[in-house]
């Protein structure tokens, strides 16, 4: 109809209410775990709408958009509902599909169906429009009612730090754009109580006051949905963590390390490497620079032996503008890397190279394309566990000497960071009774012939 029309299907005389339900699906997409611009294109809308939605709602769906408790039908469980009458299936059977009781469902076919024409037709959103009339309520926010509450509420959350004599102390800090605390700047001295500290102290401070009393969850919402409560929205600043926007919590428990599977832990790493006996068993992390440069290290467990990985920035870098989840032109992207690493083990022999152990950053989440291509294992290194590469975080430390921290390491070429490998893997060391990396890798090449 809206191609015949020529008139857009949001622009349609029934698009109140298709925006309404599209903006539904986009906040059910969130839930799920998904970014806002990935939650747009999953419904079909812009990038702009949908982060227009998120940031208007704080990122937390607004309470009637919002996924309701296991005590209500869903939107989904009526969109089940509706097409399994549409099939015929009768009251019980859908009942047991949805593991619901058949009353309930009894009760949503007759309640919330659609009566226009004189028919009772059940269509899912129809249903819930009718089920959000019925769950909507003339409850002011506490925070709004209450001006002492709210006084309180906000003086320990944007309180001034102050001398004694009531001299404000601390930065000015920058004006709130809407968006996270400011990147390595100054933020403003305030109170900064959490609002779980707020709330309990309440009970604290009165005691016999019942109209005193807020949970922490009413001062997270006054803060993030704009229209809950009379907060302002720039008072989310006053948090610690400075968050403008309200973190999912499907997306909160995503994990950041979906490339590290059991059978490349650490624990399955050859009990060979540990005791050092075999040379071939490596460590490697990276270096990073400014500018978001950096340089491959890679240090073998037995001798020592330093190789360092050229990692020059790709085509395009500080020409192309920056796009959320556009290519990665600094140098060390996943495809980059693993190209990079079997490029570095061609130059020495294949006998020298048993495994790798990396740290769980994402550079190196194309490891099993890596171990294809070389025959290489790759095993990650527990969490915030540094000493299971102790050796090579040891290396890095004396690398730092030549390519201290706050630098451009992508102004080094790769005869550059050669000449500085070849200088480290020249020293005597106390661990190899004071013979080199590079002597004590001749060594065991020579033994293995």
Known sequence: MAALTGRSPMKSPGAPALRREVERQFWREIAKGLLPEEAAASVGVSQAAGGRWFRHGGGMPPMDLGPQSGRYLSFHEREE?????????????????????????????????????????????????????????????????????????????????????????????????????????????????????????????????????????????????????????????????????????????????????????????????????VPGHWEGDLLIGLERSAIGTLVERTTRFTVLVHLPRQDGYGTVPRTK?????????????????????????????????????????????????????????DPHSPWQRGTNENTNGLLRQYFPKGTDLSRWAAEDIEAVAATLNSRPRKSLDWKTPAEALNDHLLSMK
């Open 325 to 381: 989840n556009g290519p990665p032109l600094a140098g060390y992207g996943a495809v980059t890397m693993k190209n990079a690493l079997a490029a570095t083990v061609a130059t020495l022999p294949e006998q020298l190279w048993r495994s790798l152990t990396w740290d769980r950053a994402k550079e190196l989440s194309a490891h099993a394309q890596f171990t294809i291509q070389t025959g290489i294992p790759v095993y990650f290194a």
């Open 81 to 277: 509902i509706a097409i399994l009458k549409a099939q015929g299936i009768g009251v019980r059977e859908t009942a047991r599909r949805l593991g619901r009781d058949p009353s309930t469902v009894s009760r949503e076919l007759r309640r919330n169906a659609a009566t226009r024409g004189g028919r009772l037709d059940y269509r899912a959103s129809v249903a819930q429009w009718k089920a959000d009339l019925v769950a909507r309520r003339p409850k002011t926010a506490k925070l709004a009612a209450n001006d002492r509450l709210r006084d309180y509420v906000q003086k320990r959350l944007s309180g001034q730090v102050s001398h004694p004599d009531g001299t404000m102390l601390g930065p000015e800090g920058p004006r709130w754009n809407g968006r996270n605390k400011p990147h390595r700047g100054d933020r403003r001295w305030v109170m900064a109580w959490s609002p779980e500290q707020i709330a309990n102290r309440l009970k604290v401070d009165f005691p016999d006051d019942e109209s005193m009393r807020i949970s922490h969850e009413a001062i997270y919402q006054a803060l993030f949905i704009e229209g809950r409560g009379t907060l302002k929205r720039e008072l989310v600043a006053c948090l610690r963590t400075g968050r403008a926007l309200r973190v999912p919590r499907a997306r909160s428990k995503r994990k950041s390390w979906a490339h590290v599977t059991p059978e490349v832990l650490i624990s399955e790493r050859p009990a060979e490497a540990d005791d050092r006996a």
